[in-house]
């Protein structure tokens, strides 16, 4: 079982940028794809950003490509999220997990392990 937490969290103004960490313990992440997802109150969990195993492969949701970037450091078994040109509606709770099985995947119920999520808040 692997175990994920997020890190990097807080509070930025419009225009700023944001680096998050997902660590694991447990398990090596270079075995897994995992994901990106935030969840804004009173708002469903969506998908952020995602990668493959071996990170030769990522994957983002439309409307966040161009801001938005996901790697993979397999030497610190920790996933990223670069955020640059943050606006308010990117204010939400950002969580990582583990994608369960292979391929493209948006649908938080194909993931799993999820971490305790890291706030991030945007203020104009």
């Known amino acids: 079982q692997v175990q994920l937490v997020e890190s990097g969290g807080g509070l930025v103004q419009v225009g700023g940028s944001l680096r998050l960490s997902c660590a694991a313990s447990?398990?090596?992440?270079?075995?897994?794809?995992m994901g990106w997802f935030r969840q804004a109150p009173g708002k469903e969990r969506e998908f952020v950003a995602g990668?493959?195993?071996?990170?030769?492969?990522?994957y983002y949701a439309n409307s966040l490509k161009g801001r938005f970037t996901i790697s993979g450091d397999n030497a610190k078994n920790t996933v990223y999220l670069q955020m640059n040109s943050l606006k308010p509606e990117d204010t939400a709770a950002y969580y990582c997990a583990v994608r369960r099985g292979v391929g493209y995947s948006p649908k938080p119920a194909d993931f799993g392990s999820w971490g305790q999520g890291t706030q991030v808040t945007v203020s104009s």
């Open positions: 990668i493959s195993s071996t990170g030769g492969s990522t």
């Open positions: 447990g398990r090596t992440l270079s075995s897994y794809p």
